[in-house]
């Protein structure tokens, strides 16, 4: 045990320090404070339902009818007992608070991949501080994004494990990329798992030309067979979860269309807009060297200080102060600091000013073949954050990669690149320290990457409006919008407009002269180690203080004590009004409410109290989706909403904020007989026929149904009935009595990937009916109906997972076994 200490005692210092560092960043978690973090509030309402029944039952339903009528509760919280990395995970949660844990992971998972690259255990250190604190990794933590922190934390690890195999210790670097890889996939964020294999793919890419150069394909082939099976044991692990999301995913908005009459609808995936939606700017990518180039996150926070120009343009002609006035000229015209092209942005992508600096170094200089899989990569996954910015490469991916258009926001591909420049800038430092270039040349090289880097930030600190407009494409209608509030006193409005324009200029001048200092800083410490004016273990230590100064400082601007709250006051978040107490006190278990004082269908402030039509989730059911935009966006079908049985309607009274309730008295009910069936020949002639139906007296059946029906055996009778007995959001009970049979209509949502209906403990078929519900002919006479939610894709995806956890703690135990007893023979 001693000797193990002593041979690790240096990595066990540093990971010391990344925890204390990770606490003093956080020190409100050490007053039992958490993070205020607006998607973690909105998905615990989302996930309201789920956990109230998991506390009843000891475990969660496999479906929640809390949001978009019902959906899959896999798709917001569900366990996966039978995955190893559920208890990992949950392990590294328990033991440190958030968001101190997800930090930790990027230090130690970025060290981890250092220290394979065989740099300088402090050196392999300043590495992971420079990729931990990119301030896009903690923006996307105050925002509330734990599942892509968790995806990004793991990439390093993965890429680590990938080239151990390929230098030979096939054991232990098939079975760490096995352990990673099943990390990143229960970390549940497809889009960031998606983009590193687009990044292995390229690397693996060139491993395979300098295999054939080399004559090394037989041990290639060795690697590669180990990567293989590390890759399948990473998928077992996590079938339950894969199959799942796999199966809702191709009945989802990313899935394909059931609508062709609609132009705009596209025919699988999303649409090229909505995915575009947040693209990079391509000037914006100067924000990695210059953080607020482009007036840092859409905020106003600069322009309301006395010394702003726009401050002081506004207080001359409000005469007092012109906050007000700023907050609300943002809220009705756009007024704001930044000025780049996406709908809003929490901050910018900034890598760190001497990061930057030795990146440039590092092409210059590091001759490792990794170099050109940076760089490949780089330039590839900038042309693809450009999105509709640079479209003639995004629209190949979008086109023809498979299952690239099923992902949003593609300027997140970036985080990949905040791991990629930090590795280049370090391996530029290794090899300055290894010698393989004389000091002349050292010199040379590092002074032409100084000017580069620091001659862009000297330029933009002395005249930014010669190389940036501070200006936005909008801003000729912002000036019109301004024009027409001053009544049509042009002058005035493009003196306001200017002074925003000198203010973000000032903003960037700011920054880049910030960063010119930290370029001047970086230079000198490398300089004098270059020429042996410093040792290499003191100008690592510097070096690293600075780098993590400068980015601490950055990411303090969107991370900080503020973004902290009580537990309680974030518990407590959605207080129920008067309206949402009076509908609780309903004591039907399952109607739903229709809130219209909220923007109902991207809002899950709803779904803390109620049931509701409406909620918040990326992916909602496609047919779902189309039943918003057909029936319940332009206008709001009185029909859809009965079938719904959507049985409260909460409005605000305009004059006086008062928030009203109102019933429904047309309202469906959980379930219904129809007297007659109307048949469509598709999905279009369904969404037609709803648009003007009564659903209480006909189902409007797509034909292809038309075999599960009887119509001979059918009749209506007055005498008839049907009642929802007991509720659970997966297993539904009714009885209904009837002298014929009968044709039923339920009011839960149709999702055949899982819901099994059984009369009298009988598995019998149902149908989709109204586009969106479930419906059954039954027989005559007295039954019990039971829907039971019963997805295979999750319970023999979880038997999958068992088998799949046994044969990675295996190969982990062997791999480690392996390694220690060829230490002993060394």
């Known amino acids: 045990m001693n000797n193990w200490l002593k041979a690790n005692g240096i990595h066990l210092a540093i990971i010391g320090f990344f925890v204390i560092i990770c606490f003093v960043y956080f020190s409100p978690v050490m007053q039992g404070k958490a993070p205020a973090q607006s998607d973690v509030i909105q998905a615990k309402a989302t996930a309201k339902e789920i956990m109230d029944y998991k506390a009843k039952d000891g475990k969660g339903p496999l479906w929640t009818n809390q949001m978009f009528g019902g959906m899959p509760a896999y798709q917001i919280w569900v366990q996966h007992p039978m995955n190893v990395g559920t208890y990992v995970i949950s392990t590294i949660k328990a033991v440190f608070p958030d968001p101190v844990d997800a930090v930790l992971l990027y230090l130690v998972g970025a060290y981890l991949l250092f220290c394979v690259l065989r740099v300088n255990p402090w050196l392999a250190a300043v590495g992971a501080i420079a990729f931990a604190f990119t301030s896009y990794n903690f923006i996307i933590i105050a925002a509330g994004h734990s599942n892509k922190a968790l995806a990004i934390a793991f990439i390093a690890p993965i890429i680590a494990g990938v080239i151990l195999t390929l230098r030979g210790r096939y054991w232990l670097g098939g079975s760490l990329t096995a352990l990673f890889m099943a990390l990143e996939i229960r970390a549940n964020h497809i889009q960031m798992t998606y983009y590193l294999m687009i990044a292995l793919l390229i690397f693996i890419g060139i491993e395979i030309y300098h295999a054939v150069k080399e004559k090394k394909l037989a041990a290639f082939g060795k690697s590669m067979t180990f990567l293989g099976i590390a890759l399948v044991v990473s998928l077992m692990v996590n079938a339950g979860k894969l199959w799942t999301t796999y199966e809702y995913g191709l009945e989802s908005n990313r899935g394909k269309s059931n609508i062709t009459t609609d132009k705009s609808e596209e025919k699988n995936g999303l649409s090229k807009e909505y995915a575009y939606g947040w693209s990079q700017g391509v000037g914006e990518s100067f924000t990695f060297l210059i953080p607020n180039l482009y007036g840092g996150a859409t905020s106003i926070d600069q322009m309301v200080k006395p010394e702003s120009h726009t401050y002081k343009a506004l207080q001359g002609i409000t005469g007092g102060d012109p906050t007000q006035a700023i907050q609300q000229l943002a809220g009705q015209i756009g007024l704001q600091q930044y000025w780049g092209e996406k709908p809003g942005t929490s901050g910018p992508y900034y890598f760190g000013a001497i990061v930057c600096f030795l990146f440039v170094f590092g092409l210059l200089i590091v001759k490792s073949r990794l170099k050109w899989w940076i760089v490949g990569t780089t330039v590839l996954f900038m042309l693809l954050s450009f999105g509709k910015n640079a479209p003639f490469v995004s629209d190949l991916f979008f086109e023809y990669f498979p299952m690239y258009n099923k992902f949003r926001a593609v300027e997140s591909i970036l985080a990949l690149v905040g791991l990629l420049v930090p590795i280049l800038a370090v391996l530029a430092i290794k090899e300055a320290q290894e010698g393989s270039y004389d000091q002349k040349t050292l010199t040379k090289k590092l002074t032409i990457a100084a000017a580069i880097t620091g001659g862009f930030a000297l330029l933009v600190a002395i005249m930014p409006t010669a190389f940036f407009s501070f200006t936005s494409s909008s801003h000729p209608q912002m000036l019109q919008a301004l024009t027409q509030m001053l009544e ?120 803390q109290f109620h049931k509701t039509i409406g909620g918040y989730h990326a992916a909602k059911l496609k047919r779902y989706q189309e039943l918003i935009d057909n029936q319940l966006t332009k206008s709001v079908n009185q029909d859809v909403l009965d079938m719904l049985n959507t049985k409260y309607i909460i409005t605000q009274d305009p004059k006086n904020g008062s928030y009203k309730m109102q019933r429904n008295p047309t309202a469906a009910g959980n379930a219904w007989i129809v007297q007659n069936v109307q048949y469509a020949q598709n999905a279009d002639e369904e969404m037609k026929a709803i648009s003007s139906f009564d659903p209480k007296k006909e189902a409007i059946v797509d034909i292809k149904y038309k075999p599960l029906i009887d119509t001979k055996r059918l009749g209506a009778d007055p005498s008839a009935s049907i009642k929802l007995d007991s509720y659970h959001p997966d297993h539904l009970v009714y009885s209904y009595s009837a002298p014929r049979d009968i044709i039923a209509v339920f009011s839960e949502i149709y999702y055949d990937k899982g819901w099994n209906m059984y009369v009298d403990g009988v598995k019998k078929p149902y149908f989709r009916a109204d586009y969106v519900l479930r419906a059954a002919q039954l027989e005559a006479g007295n039954h019990k109906v039971e829907f039971k939610f019963e997805p295979v894709s999750y319970y023999m995806g979880e038997n999958i997972s068992l088998v799949g956890s046994i044969l990675l703690i295996a190969g982990l135990g062997f791999a480690f076994y392996s390694e220690n007893k060829k230490k002993k023979a060394a």
């Open 488 to 607: 049509n006193n042009r002058g005035v409005a493009e003196s306001i407009t200017n002074a925003l324009i000198q203010d973000r200029a000032d903003i960037a001048r700011a920054d880049a002269l910030r960063s010119l200092i930290l370029i001047l800083i970086g230079y000198a410490l490398v300089w004098a180690f270059i020429n042996k004016k410093l040792n290499a273990q003191t100008t690592i230590i510097i070096l690293g203080l600075v780098i993590l100064t400068d980015l601490w400082q950055v990411d303090r601007r969107y991370l900080n004590n503020n973004n902290f709250a009580s537990k309680s006051d974030l518990t407590n978040h959605f207080q129920p009004r008067d309206v949402d107490t009076f509908i609780m006190a309903d004591k039907d278990p399952n109607f739903r409410v229709l809130d219209l004082t909220i923007s109902t269908f991207s809002d899950a402030s709803a779904s």
